[in-house]
């Protein structure tokens, strides 16, 4: 099983979470987060005074999927979730070793 | 205008209740400004505050004299722009209208203005330019509210010897605005509704209101502002301000029972946004009734328009027009059912109350004139700063959320995670 | 009711001590809403909304009648509720109470009823029922509050000819209410929250307030709004509501100072929480005081006040009762502390200003037939209440908060994540 | 005093405007509060909290004396502290002054001592010890503001035979006190920025302010508070009060308007955080002025404050002087715009008005000796509290917050997970 | 070493921080999440219209152990946690190379 | 590719942000979360009561770096974090298998 990690503009959200629907994923976690990256920051002027803003907000989404799922999902998510300006973000999987549902105590795949 | 003497007691009155009347600015930006997602709240005080500004200046300039100068070849359509401009012979501390300080009725009056321009706001959140919403503003005091305030506000030989012709030719009666100000401001904001089209997600997402607990307090504020804005409309301290005044307790009480029992007999809950809804629906329906109805009569309108504003909070869904804050459900049906009901409860001239229908055929013609009129001249309006500046930001915009693509700002910083550097020390120190 | 003639100057202060009292409902609202978790503040609210909404319509319907009417048999123990049931003969722009319109005394005294039932609710937040809350209040303020103000506010021949004990025949001094309104909500509150019992958590978890700011700015409304309810006691323009001003700010800049000493020195920091509760009990106290001391009494009165006010909030916890927002400890305590040192220091009637013990007995008879038939009356309503339709919601409910709960809605979306997506255009567009 | 009869219209308007000016305080402390960072907001209302406290204990045991009793020797600089200490002959019922109860005028005029201490410290924000501030605050009330207020409220025969030398011999303007309340609060923010220095990140991080929608609201209050404050200095209900309240509002409607066209053409975009600032230049300027200009005069100064304060904020960047809420760009420069235009357009007086430069000198010499007075005072004061008890808290206090860090509180709790465990039920309950 | 993640119900978290105390787990680490799974959120009703809410707020625990207190820290998870009704959450668990102490630079197991 | 996650005292992060900026990482992911762990909470004393606190505010912070940079990474936090005093955080390395950049498709370390 892979945990996939995405982080993500937060006006993709729903956008996302419609197509990993559509393709049968109906479990996920998501939270809030900031960022930067090759996008740096942008330049502001308030109250007449100039200066950067380097972390802007993120979305993080996370969803366990079945091995033989992993490729399909990122598919999925890198294509709903892309505007192609910089700043889209970023999705990467991890190995995870077990997974429980806590209802049921149920393990492994089943367990998702 | 007569150099009548200064009564002190309806002096201090006045003053309270222009004062009172100011602070429903603050009270209708927490009550908008809360119920809007939490992108969306600077834009939607910001609306508020420069209406405000705007209107107060033109008030000064033309707007009174507009409709307090005498009516133009005695039509009853509109004022008189020279006779005051600039408040020419009012601006004073000898000037008197009536039994009080010239300028004090201005400041009172003038703040009716600016907040019907205000209370249209509601309509358009979260997607309208700032600089096309204060063009729109001072183009619809000017030609919308100023010419309907004269029909309205305008008595013979108060201010000037002639005024206007739904207050001295007609004869219905609204004591503090219910037509030129609520059904005024709710056709206009169908209207402008209609023009600036709907959010996106409109109807998908549910869009609630991000900080409830000031939707709660603007609601409070309004209420106590309103005291003003009604037993102010007596324009003295007497038995009429203080009918005025128990009447806008009773009728706001009623509404706001009323409202909660339709939420809890419709959605199975009786909720805060609903108990803030009925504040304003009981205050907008005996706005014009409030010296016209015992405390009975009172609790009946109140009934009536919190049971009634609370059905037609749905209608924007079904008729699919995105009155994003509900100014049609509550100010535009409020004012038609306070307006309406005077025929049917009013003391003396009610039909419920010995009168026959004849006042209730007044208050109709009354409210369908100001209703047309609004609703057309509004939506042309509209239309034309669309046309030319156009009215609403983009897609883009609107996603991020307008405070701070427009703006520049977000409501709140709960974190102190995402504050940036400074670049230069200030460019405001270099001018 | 003598047909007297209107006094301006009176009206207009009357008027704006209407206005002000009812502000203290959303003062109140905040203040009790910002000192809950994030997730009973609307309920918090509600319930003072509701409180007001339901006490007001009872007011006009037989309320006024049972404080104001002719004391039945002369008992001095309650009013005739038929003399002015629907405010017969009030409601009009005609009649007159003192100086001033009937209506504007109706309005002004019907929000004292609403406030009492409103402060109760501090001792039960997050956990009762809305309906059932609304029943409580609706009897409460019928079988308590309008008796217990017939005794303390009805004088005789200022409404009616005949009035109540307290005020006629004990002569116990009470300007604005320490014992009607004060020791009673104060009362009724540790009833009720014996009745309704422990939040789950308590004593184990702290339960911070979830957000102070709204807490100071409702002690800061609560505080203008307190000038019209004493100020305005004076039911008049005159002296003695100049006096009760003055004394209104003296007691509770000196009740700051003493609640903020007190944590100094026994917590290590004074904090916000603190000085919001310490501008409350100055209020408290001072309210039966406002008129029967100078401006050193009402310094003494507040620090007092504040001082004990502040060691009482650990009682709860000691003794084991949930009185959540400390409804005892500021307004029973700061009630009975007004009430009692006017015995002390009241000009010419205080032990230590000239006068005898005799007003200090007086005042205690009066605190203390107050302080026990409410606790007893609002107790066997409480009881009542839950046996019959139960007071408290489900421990589930309680746990993922009685917003969410009860009314359906959150405080606050600060995110727009957790929007969710409509199913059906509306249902109440259907109706 | 002379012994003159009650005016219950005059009465009415003070008793509402004392309560108007206390509700400043409330309005301050969220305009305040709303523009530091999350971690602050609770001390920067406690500042204000506190200054009205203390400043109000000290007003009367002394402060009415020194500034409204007779001047010492004729001087003009300073009243008799013995005459009316602790309000001698003032707090009862039948004391006069003017045509109002002495009780009134000494609340109002202690309410413009409160807000004036408590308008400082939004220059200080983040990084004061509160002990010392409460310190800093009695101190300064005492030898700064009363004397102050002496030369420019006190005028002859009105409380007692000799006043101050601004009032009676320089013959200055100041209605509300352009000089004594803003100028003199502005150039103390200044003196106290310098003791206390620069927080930790200024003019490297934003430190935007956390709550825009209080800010807003704040500026809300302030105006409403601010008609009190301004036409309430008539100390009656007349002409003279009702020019200064319509000013208060046209003055603050040109200044949001100018502040915004500043920020839209320098910065890009019109700020929420401009209008409120904007309401509160228009405020200042016109508060001196308000009763000495006709509504285009006010029209004038609002847009020139709003104006020149928007472009003022950048000042602190290049000067380096850390007055964290523009205290100086607001206060100083507003109050300075306000009394000197008085000398341009003021009627009759001012050089574009018909008079001469006469009044114009007198202004400047008014703002000149209050404005150094004020400064050489407060650095004084300021650095020896600083040399004493000092004045700031530490680096570690200022970076985890000075809320948690002075106030063991946190403003708001949003999440129910950070509450912590009991140990022990409760000290309080041991006392 | 691993990394034992949680997603639990919010009312649940004094529960589960009890247990772990109690089996001598002092250290951890918590964050606000929302999420949907098989519960696939609600129906509500709110001022006349309809409409799901699919995301609905959860608590992230986060708790590093030694390899061999996975399995009983698992446990006390699960049955600390469960109500028995959907909605309860999942545990799972990642392999982490390295863990240090940031105040004194441990490495490894001591560091946690 | 190693995901490292750092919990850190809030009022480090921006001495953190420097100090990667300074030796190249251009892109991190910041959220906020609350801990506890040796410090154990501390005791409080609020109107006349006393209790403690448990969770206490923390920074995390996520970092995606090739396996080279691994090691001169976690030296940077650590030192730019450290303050000495007790709460200083944890920073542990996870195994990525994949990374994707949203917006163009890239994949592995080019991705970062
Ligand atoms: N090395 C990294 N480690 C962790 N998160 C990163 C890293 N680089 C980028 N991110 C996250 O991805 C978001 C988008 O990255 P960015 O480089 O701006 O976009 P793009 O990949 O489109 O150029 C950032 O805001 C940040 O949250
Ligand atoms: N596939 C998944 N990936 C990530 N998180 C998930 C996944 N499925 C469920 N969750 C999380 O677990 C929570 C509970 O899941 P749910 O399926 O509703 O409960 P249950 O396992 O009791 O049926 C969800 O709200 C979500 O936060
Ligand atoms: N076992 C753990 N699992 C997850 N997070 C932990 C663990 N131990 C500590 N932490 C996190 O690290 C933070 C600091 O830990 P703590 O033990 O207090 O510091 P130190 O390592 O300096 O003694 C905690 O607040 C918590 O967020």
């Known amino acids: ?112 | 205008m007569e150099q009548a003497v200064i009564n002190s007691g309806d002096t201090a009155w006045m003053l309270m209740s222009a004062g009172l009347v100011t602070l429903m600015i603050p009270g209708l930006v927490l009550f908008y400004g809360g119920m809007v997602r939490v992108k969306s709240v600077l834009n939607m005080m910001m609306m508020s505050f420069g209406a405000l500004a705007i209107v107060f200046v033109l008030w000064i300039a033309y707007g009174f004299s507009l409709v307090f100068g005498d009516s133009v070849n005695g039509s009853g359509l509109i004022g008189d722009v020279t006779q005051f401009a600039f408040l020419k012979g009012l601006d004073n501390s000898e000037a008197v209208i009536g039994t009080i300080p010239a300028a004090v009725f201005v400041g009172f009056q003038g703040m009716f203005a600016a907040i019907t321009v205000a209370l249209i706001s509601g309509a358009i959140a979260d997607r309208a330019k700032f600089g096309a919403w204060l063009v729109f503003a001072g183009i619809w005091a000017t030609i919308v509210y100023f010419p309907v305030a004269h029909w309205v506000f305008a008595f013979d030989d108060f201010v000037a010897k002639t005024g206007g012709w739904i207050a001295n030719d007609l004869g219905a009666l609204d004591f503090a605005g219910g037509t030129a100000v609520h059904i005024n401001a709710g056709a206009a904001g169908l209207a402008l509704a209609l023009v600036l089209g709907k959010r996106v997600g409109f109807g998908k997402m549910p869009m609630r209101p991000h900080n409830l607990p000031l939707v709660m307090l603007g609601a409070g504020l309004l209420w106590f502002g309103w005291f003003g804005f009604n037993a102010g409309s007596a324009i003295a301290s007497n038995g009429t301000a203080g009918l005025a005044l128990l009447n806008t307790i009773g009728a706001t009480a009623a509404a706001v029972l009323a409202w909660l029992l339709v939420e809890k007999m419709r959605d199975g809950h009786a909720t805060s946004l609903g108990a803030a809804s009925g504040v304003v629906a009981g205050l907008v329906a005996i706005t014009p009734a409030c010296a016209a109805v015992d405390a009975s009569g009172a609790l009946i309108i109140g009934a009536v328009s919190g049971a009634l504003c609370a059905l037609s909070v749905g209608l924007k869904f079904k008729f699919g027009f995105d009155d994003s804050l509900d100014v049609v459900a509550v100010h535009l049906v409020g004012g038609i059912v306070g307006t309406i009901l005077i025929g049917f409860v009013g003391v003396d001239v009610g039909l419920f109350n010995g009168g026959g229908t004849e006042q209730l055929v007044k208050q109709a013609i009354g409210a369908g004139a100001v209703l047309a009129y609004s609703f057309v001249l509004s939506y042309v309006i509209a239309k034309l700063v669309d046309l030319t500046i156009g009215f609403r930001i983009s897609v883009e915009q609107e996603l991020a959320g307008i405070d701070l693509a427009i703006h520049a700002e977000r409501g709140y910083e709960f974190s102190d995670n995402n504050q940036g550097n400074f670049l230069a020390s200030s460019r405001g120190a270099q001018e």
């Not at chain 1, 070793?97 to 795949?109: C, F, K, L, N, S």
């Open chain 1, 1 to 112: 099983m892979k945990l996939i990690t995405a982080i993500l503009k937060p006006t993709k959200l729903d956008d996302v979470k419609d197509a990993l629907h559509a393709v049968g994923i109906n479990g996920m976690t998501v939270s809030e987060a900031s960022g930067f990256g090759r996008q740096g920051g942008h330049t502001e002027v308030y109250r007449g005074a100039e200066y950067t803003v380097n972390l802007v907000p993120k979305i993080r989404l996370e969803v366990l999927v079945d091995d033989k799922d992993v490729d399909s999902v990122l598919g999925v998510i890198v294509k709903s979730a892309s505007t192609g300006s910089i700043g889209d973000g970023k999705v990467w999987t991890t190995p995870i070793d077990q997974v429980i549902r806590v209802r049921t105590g149920e393990r492994g795949p089943e367990a998702i």
